[in-house]
């Protein structure tokens, strides 16, 4: 069963501060993987795509990578703001089958304290 | 407007009654997607449509739930005999290509929070 598992379940920093958020993942074979973010009361926004090949990808101040053979990505957000409060969301893609239903981590809730 | 739309926001109903919520896709977006939000949760799929066709409704819990796109835009899910455990954020979700490219981002609307007393 494919199967996308985030760490940590929560978390809470100062402004200021840079986080790294965790997924692993199990569904195969890989597409792709997704980062959203979704406010409190709002729908996931797309953060970024990664694709088989790419190891790392920015987006202002957030940097995921992906190691498509230990089946691992990460999203690393730099210098946090009280906006980036919010649940991140890791859904990961396969090619074939019903692997291309996305398949979603449980988020992890990120607050950030001034 | 240009996002996605999902009618009504809030439904609260008694339990054994039918509900019908409505997803409102972005103009000309070709896939639509029903998930299911438990609160703390990541979304859970329940079914897609490209056009008007159902391509895949594994994920519906039961045949208590189902869900049509008869014009290939506006889709409903429709939730018979409403239970407790079925109190959850309901959320749709557009796609400009057929759902199997799965490359193209999804665009998620506001959701429906169902309540069932």
């Given at each position: 069963k ?9 978390l ?12 692993n ?20 926004v797309s ?25 691992q ?7 946090s703001q009280?906006?980036d ?30 | 407007?240009?996002?996605?739309s ?27 997607y ?30 208590r ?35 199997e ?5 999804q665009?998620?609307?506001?959701g ?6």
């Amino acid at each position: 069963k494919n199967q996308v598992e985030q760490s940590p379940q929560s978390l809470i920093i100062l402004e200021g501060k840079n986080c790294t958020l965790q997924c692993n993942y199990t569904v195969s074979p890989f597409s792709n993987l997704r980062w959203y973010k979704q406010d409190t009361g709002r729908g996931p926004v797309s953060l970024t795509i990664m694709t088989f090949s790419e190891n790392t990808k920015s987006n202002g101040r957030y940097t995921a990578t992906l190691d498509a053979d230990t089946k691992q990505s990460s999203l690393h957000i730099t210098a946090s703001q009280l906006s980036d409060s919010a649940s991140y969301i890791c859904v990961v893609r396969g090619t074939s089958g019903g692997s291309y239903i996305p398949t979603f981590g449980r988020g992890t809730s990120l607050i950030v304290h001034p | 407007g240009a996002g996605v739309s999902q009618s009504p926001r809030y439904k609260v109903t008694k339990r054994g009654q039918d509900v019908a919520l409505r997803c409102d896709p972005i103009s000309g977006h070709v896939s639509l997607y029903w998930y299911r939000q438990a609160l703390g949760q990541g979304p859970e799929f329940l079914t897609y449509f490209n056009y008007e066709a159902q391509q895949d409704k594994s994920g519906l819990p039961n045949d208590r739930f189902s869900a049509e796109r008869p014009e290939g835009s506006i889709s409903t899910l429709t939730i018979q005999r409403t239970e407790q455990r079925d109190s959850a954020m309901y959320r749709c979700a557009s796609s400009l290509a057929p759902g199997e490219l799965t490359y193209n981002e999804q665009f998620f609307g506001p959701g429906t929070r169902l309540t069932v007393l």
